[in-house]
């Protein structure tokens, strides 16, 4: 028999047995792709189960959920007939304190005892004032002398009022209560705004209040008028501390109102020991939950999200088209009543977060929402440098031994 004929008849097995051997790998990463597919579903279920038994516990709580450190405070009003000074010569609206003495000098400073949220770590020098309202008119003109050792302006690029220092005014007049923010960009003219209990509505200018806010040496003083149609039965304001731009929290919280000793001056902050308390007795381990109110802030937190490895994480194309937290719309979604489940990327524990977020209703109205999330239980295996590492080396060898078999049988045939 001719060498080309028996090498062709010798070259059918050897390829049906190269298309055999060749199929190993192929249908292993097949079977991995759907086992990833079935692990990821299976955790997307789990987390949805968790998150509706969270919201599940906290329905109908209304009295743990939808309290409010300041604006919902009942609290006593400060400005009364001893503490308005008589206003005898104009007030230039200018942030200095020449109008105001010399009543500024030996007015109260408000500091410790007027904390309205507790902070171990306080000192005066990070945060006290002194505060003086006058009438004139129909104008009432106030002024705070502010002791603030770290300014944090508001920034361009958000709408958020509270992520920064900033006044806040509660008016109660007819049995309702208005809230008002004064903060700004930089030291100058400020207006105040009026913030609606929507958490979705957007705040607007209130024309009626505005001012000064000049930036001194130890803080800034903020000198406001305020047109008396705009007032009612009640008014208290606070001077909000905020350090961090970044993060945009409040650290210290100084109203005008005296707490009395002994008095505990922070019920939303029992509140969130006892959602603490409920979050840890639910028992999720690897798992981070979180509460988040109709501000669209987070209440309480328990957990930690699981890190994925000591190595070191690159972010991959599609773990780079992921967000790097939960999105402001996503909750705002779930605050509306609808159930989700996304992904984000999470630096800190260099890997894909899967969150399931459930709205928490008291009967029909959803009062907060809760985010269960944990570190995405697989990577995406071509993505994989452990499986890399171990199909390329085998891919090697598998053409190395099919060129080895094909080069014995092409000898074979001429031995022949």
């Known amino acids: ?18 298309v055999s051997l060749l199929s190993i790998p192929l249908l292993g990463l097949r079977h991995n792709s759907d086992l990833e597919e079935i692990l990821r579903a299976n955790q997307k279920e789990a987390l949805i189960l968790s998150a ?41 609206l200018n942030g200095e304190l020449d109008d105001w003495q010399p009543a500024i000098k030996n007015s109260e400073i408000f500091a410790e005892n007027h904390l309205l949220i507790p902070n171990p770590e306080y000192r005066p020098e990070s945060l006290s004032f002194r505060h003086l309202a006058g009438t004139q008119g129909k104008y009432l003109y106030l002024i705070f002398d502010v002791y603030d050792d770290q300014l944090v302006y508001r920034q361009r690029n958000t709408l958020k009022l509270d992520r920064s220092d900033h006044l806040k005014i509660i008016i109660d007049k007819d049995n309702e209560q208005r809230n008002y923010i004064v903060a700004t960009f930089e030291p100058g003219w400020v207006t105040g705004f009026y913030i609606p209990d929507d958490p979705d509505a957007f705040a607007v200018h209130e024309r009626r209040i505005h001012g000064k806010w000049k930036q001194t040496g130890r803080g800034y003083r903020l000198e406001l ?14 001077i909000a501390d905020v350090d961090d731009g970044e993060a945009g929290i409040v650290k210290t919280l100084i109203g005008t109102v005296k707490i009395e000793e002994g008095k505990e001056p922070d019920k939303p902050n029992e509140d969130k020991e006892i959602l603490t308390d409920i979050l840890e007795s639910l028992d999720l381990p690897n798992t981070r939950v979180r509460i988040i109110d109709k501000k669209k802030q987070f209440k309480a937190e328990i957990g930690d999200l699981q890190s994925k490895s000591n190595t070191t994480y ?5 773990s780079a088209s992921l967000p790097s937290e939960i999105a402001p719309d996503e909750i705002a979604a779930v605050l509306s009543g609808e159930s ?15 969150a399931a977020l459930m709205p928490i209703f008291n009967e029909e109205e959803v009062i907060a929402a809760v985010a269960v999330e944990q570190t995405a239980g697989i990577e995406r295996l071509p993505n994989n440098p452990s499986f890399k590492e171990t199909l390329f080396p085998f891919i090697i060898a598998f053409l190395l031994s099919v060129a080895g078999i094909w080069l014995y049988s092409y000898r074979f045939s001429e031995d022949s």
């Open 52 to 92: 509706q038994s969270v919201s599940a516990v906290f329905k109908d709580r209304s009295d743990l959920l939808q309290q409010d450190n300041v604006e919902k405070a009942k609290v006593e009003t400060d400005v009364t007939e001893s503490e308005i000074i008589e206003l005898t010569t104009p007030i230039r």
């Open 340 to 354: 989700t489940i996304l992904y984000y990327f999470d630096e800190s524990v260099a890997g894909e977060v899967i």
């Open 314 to 318: 690159r972010r991959s194309e599609q």
């Open 225 to 238: 008028r305020i047109q008396k149609e705009l007032l009612g039965e009640k008014l208290t304001f606070a």
């Open 1 to 18: 028999m001719p060498i080309a004929l028996r090498f062709k008849l010798l070259s059918i097995p050897l390829v049906i047995l190269s």
